[in-house]
């Protein structure tokens, strides 16, 4: 029987196989730290007397805290400051590059490790970072971890985990103009729920995950998480090849050519089987929103606001009371007649430059409407540049929207840039959970042209409405 | 790690699916750099609603909280896991635990118990009939007892086993650093180290 993508990541990367019930131990090709998981990783190396065993394989940024104004100043928030200063001291300790407030590469971990050329086909990938998930859409068996396996990995690169169950999700069809990765993963969570993919690797296989540039595929593998899969992958193709090519860590001549033979073998084979699938048609796919309070609680753009009562799951139907009494809405109002006061446009879902690209070409021209506030955090310094070098920036601005500096920014809400109790966002983050963007803040997750027509109109919209 | 094999303690009935780790400790709570102190953050938001369960007095010094399905989904904060024990938590009992969040209270010596969602609407009942009803999870024998009432749980026999033995798994995968070393001078040379070039 053939292997599918996940077994083959896998099985290259087993340093020893567990007996039993003891899990395998697998080698960690590329490990990614930010400020708010490593401290107490790096405070259990010093107390063991431990060193980091690849400094070579792991690299730092600082993302999580970092205001995205006058970065150019000391962090007020002294909490926050100390926490990137005690980054700073560890990565220099250690040996780490590290790139900080201030860098050219300094961003959203999961923007600056592709941008880099450092994620890779057929890699391990770790984060103490859930949405590690990200690099997946390279063929790389990526997933988020705890301060513990931090810790673990700095140690020995390596991790015990124990085998993954494997689930395919075939998306058919093609997508309609408007309709973007954004709403295909939000689909697949509101048909799968939260604990779906829970236990299991998922693959996106399809037409549709074909058709899709690196950045796309970058948006649908990082909620993979919020199925409740630690990592989600597609299988690398031309289209992964030609974005990595002649960045500044992948390989260069020979090496090159080497490296794209193997990665070509990166695939499912015919005959493998998954030990689940679900099935998707992007051709009926139209914008999605969520409305409630977990990624799961999302339906299309043109439907109402669900009664809890029509939920014929216990469970469901109180999660879904709980939901609307945090949301503030009503069963039955449109979802296009939701108001919002916050636009929030950034995040490692869709903080890249094909996501502000999209969101300028519907803002250009028009204004951000009376009463509304949106923001827009590139998700690197690098994306950043690129976009003022098009001149997205001037367009932005000129729409009424702040144009900041990289980092996660509102998608949390660790540094300034938050909700404050009652406000409505549309965000093209990853997360609508209670106060996740603010204490009591209520948040609708949207893709990045949902977010744009949004700010326009001050109701929930996508570009048609305008 | 502290050898765990059976708690008696105080149950918490928390009638929610869907706990994720922004409600069992919100971001605002992770700037710190230590390892302790972090039980005021633990359900910050819920706390300030004064009809919270653990806001009612004998709650208030639960160990074992009952919770619904998927808990601890979301971000991979290990906080979470530090939030419950600081507090004073000890197990958790859910029908369903996202991954991430059981492998961190795993390294953590905090239990996660897995039982059938009808045996959690059990536990609830009893619980909410007389609040502050002890639970009792023995890891030995793999059940939860509440009264009258006995069930048994999942959990994998890997993970038992360590937090039987209180064992540290870095120590543990040291000891095969030969066999690490081996497998690294295999590994292919296209692939990428991150000093910069």
């Known amino acids: 029987m053939g292997k599918t993508l996940a077994e083959k990541v896998w099985d290259a990367h087993v340093v020893r196989r567990g007996k039993g019930a003891e899990p395998d131990l697998l080698y960690i090709d590329l490990h990614l730290v930010h400020e708010v998981t490593s401290p107490q990783a790096f405070d259990g190396l010093r107390l063991a007397g431990r060193k980091v065993r690849r400094p070579d394989l792991t690299i730092a940024t600082e993302d999580h805290n970092v205001p995205t104004i006058g970065i150019e100043l000391p962090i007020a928030d002294p909490v926050s400051r100390t926490q990137v200063e005690t980054l700073r001291k560890n990565c220099a300790e250690f040996g780490i590059r590290l790139h900080p407030m201030g860098d050219d590469e300094q961003g959203i971990v999961h923007v600056m490790g592709p941008q880099l050329g450092l994620t890779q086909p057929g890699m391990t990938v770790v984060c103490g970072d859930s949405h590690t998930s990200t690099h997946g859409a390279f063929g790389a068996m990526a997933f988020g971890i705890g301060t513990s396996e931090v810790e673990h990995v700095l140690a020995t690169q390596t991790l015990p985990l124990r085998r993954f169950k494997t689930m395919a999700i075939n998306v058919s069809g093609k997508l309609r103009p408007g309709v973007t990765a954004k709403d295909i993963i939000l689909a697949i969570i509101a048909k799968i729920g939260t604990g779906g993919g829970q236990g299991y690797v998922l693959e996106y296989r399809g037409e549709a995950i074909e058709a899709l540039s690196m950045e796309a595929r970058m948006t649908i593998c990082n909620m993979s998480i919020e199925a409740g899969a630690r990592a989600g992958m597609i299988a690398p193709d031309e289209t992964t090849f030609a974005y990595l090519k002649g960045r500044p860590h992948a390989p260069q001549g020979a090496e090159w050519d080497k490296a794209v033979a193997a990665w070509r073998q990166l695939r499912s084979d015919d005959d493998a089987v998954f030990d689940a699938e679900v099935d998707l048609n992007a051709d009926e796919l139209t914008p999605y929103v969520t409305w409630g309070t977990n990624p799961g609680q999302g339906l299309p753009l043109s439907e109402r606001v669900p009664d809890p009562a029509d939920f014929a799951d216990e469970t469901e139907r109180l999660a879904a009371e709980k939901a609307l009494a945090y949301m503030d809405l009503k069963p039955g109002t449109p979802l296009r007649d939701i108001k919002v006061d916050t636009v929030f446009l950034g995040s490692c879902t869709n903080g890249r430059l094909e996501d502000l690209r999209a969101a300028a070409e519907v803002l250009a021209g028009r204004k951000v409407a009376d009463g509304v506030r949106m923001l827009v955090v590139p998700g690197s310094m690098r994306v950043r540049k690129a976009a003022e070098e098009e001149g997205l920036d001037k367009v932005f601005k000129e729409a009424g929207a702040e144009w900041r500096a990289a980092g996660c920014s509102m998608c949390l809400g660790m540094n300034p840039d938050q909700l404050k109790p009652g406000e409505r966002s549309a965000s093209t983050s990853n997360r609508n959970f209670e106060g996740r963007q603010g204490k009591g803040g209520r948040t609708h997750l949207v893709s990045p042209l949902v977010a744009a027509a949004t700010a326009v109109r001050g109701t929930l919209s996508s570009p048609e409405d305008l | ?197």
């Open chain 2, 1 to 197: 790690m502290e050898p765990f094999s059976k708690h008696t303690g105080v149950g918490v009935p928390l009638r929610r699916s869907n706990v994720d780790t922004d409600q069992i400790i919100p971001a605002v709570y992770l700037k710190r750099v230590t390892r302790t102190g972090f039980e005021d953050g633990l359900f910050a938001a819920w706390r300030s609603d004064e009809t919270f369960v653990l806001n009612q007095e004998p709650f208030r010094n639960g160990s074992v909280l009952v919770a619904g399905p998927d808990f601890g989904t979301g971000s991979s904060r290990e906080h979470a896991v530090w939030a419950l024990m600081d507090y004073g938590f000890r197990v958790v009992i859910s029908s369903r635990f996202a991954d991430i969040f059981r492998g961190n209270a795993g390294k953590q010596g905090l239990l996660t118990a897995q039982c059938e969602q009808a045996d959690v609407e059990q536990l609830w009942k009893l619980l909410e009939n007389e609040p502050g009803t002890d639970v009792t999870v023995d890891l030995n024998e793999k059940t939860v007892q509440c009264k009258d009432f006995l069930t048994t749980f999942d959990i994998d026999d890997y993970t038992r086993w360590r937090l039987l033995e209180g064992l540290d798994d870095i120590a543990l995968t040291l000891r095969h650093s030969d066999t690490i070393a081996e497998f690294e001078a295999s590994r292919p040379s296209y692939m990428p180290v991150t000093t910069p070039r």
